[in-house]
């Protein structure tokens, strides 16, 4: 009896074993290419990598799945530096055509200049001294924009190098060359005492200095106020005109380079109110504006106090 039922399962037991391994290899080869598919997925976004970085999903936590959440947030640190490489660029781009076009118009008036004077084609003196004169302001605009741009280019590369200073007490040094060189101009000024902040005042005085010339420029011939006041965190330095003002659609573009709105007649490079916002900056500052159309502007500096500056310099 015994004989005979193992006779008969020798017959099955063959087939029976060849079932169970094909069943095993389908199983394993499953889950195997289950198990690596994040490694594939990563290996096809590697292979993708200097074109377009894309995610791999991560089904697991395992060691694979670590692998994939690791590639994932290189893609996305590579895909974040890309993007500030192309705005970068573009800036850049933009940058020089505006160089190029503030440029190009005095160097157009010069060469016009000197064609008429090689003709020789002048009615009188009057007519020389004229174009003599206009020759040099188109030449002083050149320099004063070459220089502009040079110095917004060496902040890009070196530090800074702050002081404590009264900012009240030096205002009121540095605002009296203006007063002295536009005697028809009211320019006040209005401080409280011990106003101390950390700056570097020679970037301080760049950035004052190209406010203050804007308010001379474009708020004829309207007084201009300068104040200096502090409270618990900054130091604050208003400077405010009854001039030309800017219009809704100019304020949101006012500190950006070479901008100038509408008063395209008034002589200038449209990079004070840049190179001012630069200078606020470095020095760990904020610098705002309000304006109106008709009314004037008010340009405000924030600078931090003497107490916040310790603060920001601790560990």
Same mark, same amino acid.
């Given at each position: 009896?015994?004989?005979?039922?193992? #006779?008969?399962?020798?017959? &099955?037991?063959?087939?029976?074993?060849?079932?169970?391994?094909?069943?095993?290899?389908?199983?394993?080869?499953?889950?195997?290419?289950?198990?690596?598919?994040?490694?594939?997925? &990563?290996?096809?976004? $590697?292979?993708?990598?200097?074109?377009?970085? #894309?995610?791999?999903?991560?089904?697991?936590?395992?060691?694979?799945?670590?692998?994939?959440?690791?590639?994932?947030?290189?893609?996305?640190?590579?895909?974040?530096?890309?993007?500030?490489?192309?705005?970068?660029?573009?800036?850049?781009?933009?940058?020089?055509?505006?160089?190029?076009?503030?440029? #190009?118009?005095?160097?157009?008036?010069?060469?016009?200049?000197?064609?008429?004077?090689?003709?020789?084609? $002048?009615?009188?003196?009057?007519?020389?001294? #004229?174009?003599?004169? /206009?020759?040099?302001?188109?030449?002083?605009?050149?320099?004063?924009?070459?220089?502009?741009?040079?110095?917004?280019?060496?902040?890009?590369?070196?530090?800074? =190098?702050?002081?404590?200073?009264?900012?009240?007490?030096?205002?009121?040094? @540095?605002?009296?060359?203006?007063?002295?060189?536009?005697? +028809?101009?009211?320019? /006040?000024?209005?401080?409280?005492?011990?106003?101390?902040?950390?700056?570097?005042?020679?970037?301080?005085?760049?950035?004052?200095? =190209?406010?203050?010339?804007?308010?001379?420029?474009?708020?004829?011939?309207?007084?201009?106020? @300068?104040?200096?006041?502090?409270? +618990?965190?900054?130091?604050?330095?208003?400077?405010? +005109?009854?001039?030309?003002?800017?219009? +809704?659609?100019?304020?949101?573009?006012?500190?950006?380079?070479?901008?100038?709105?509408?008063?395209?007649? @008034?002589?200038?490079?449209?990079?004070?109110?840049?190179?001012?916002?630069?200078?606020?900056?470095?020095?760990?500052?904020?610098?705002? $504006?309000? /304006?109106?159309?008709?009314?004037?502007?008010?340009?405000?500096?924030?600078?931090?106090?003497?107490? /916040?500056?310790?603060?920001?310099?601790?560990?």
């Amino acid at each position: 009896m015994l004989a005979s039922i193992i #006779r008969r399962f020798s017959f &099955v037991l063959p087939g029976l074993l060849v079932i169970i391994f094909m069943f095993a290899y389908v199983a394993s080869k499953r889950l195997n290419r289950q198990a690596l598919r994040p490694l594939e997925q &990563v290996v096809a976004a $590697l292979e993708a990598f200097g074109l377009t970085p #894309r995610p791999v999903e991560a089904a697991s936590m395992d060691e694979l799945g670590r692998l994939a959440v690791a590639y994932n947030r290189a893609a996305a640190q590579v895909t974040a530096a890309f993007g500030r490489r192309d705005l970068a660029e573009a800036e850049m781009r933009r940058f020089i055509e505006d160089a190029a076009h503030q440029l #190009r118009t005095p160097l157009t008036v010069i060469q016009g200049f000197i064609g008429i004077l090689l003709k020789n084609d $002048l009615k009188d003196q009057a007519d020389r001294e #004229r174009i003599m004169c /206009s020759m040099d302001r188109s030449i002083r605009s050149m320099a004063s924009l070459i220089e502009k741009l040079t110095l917004l280019d060496q902040w890009a590369v070196t530090r800074t =190098n702050p002081q404590l200073i009264d900012i009240g007490d030096w205002i009121a040094g @540095v605002i009296q060359p203006f007063a002295a060189a536009f005697p +028809d101009r009211d320019i /006040s000024l209005s401080h409280e005492a011990t106003c101390y902040a950390l700056v570097d005042s020679a970037e301080l005085k760049e950035a004052f200095g =190209n406010i203050v010339d804007n308010s001379i420029k474009y708020g004829k011939p309207a007084p201009i106020s @300068v104040a200096v006041r502090k409270d +618990d965190r900054n130091v604050y330095i208003d400077v405010t +005109d009854g001039g030309l003002g800017f219009s +809704d659609e100019e304020k949101p573009h006012a500190f950006e380079r070479f901008y100038r709105g509408q008063q395209r007649q @008034v002589v200038g490079s449209g990079l004070g109110l840049a190179i001012a916002k630069r200078a606020v900056e470095r020095a760990g500052g904020s610098i705002t $504006l309000e /304006s109106e159309r008709g009314v004037g502007t008010k340009v405000t500096i924030a600078l931090p106090t003497k107490s /916040s500056c310790f603060e920001i310099m601790q560990p």
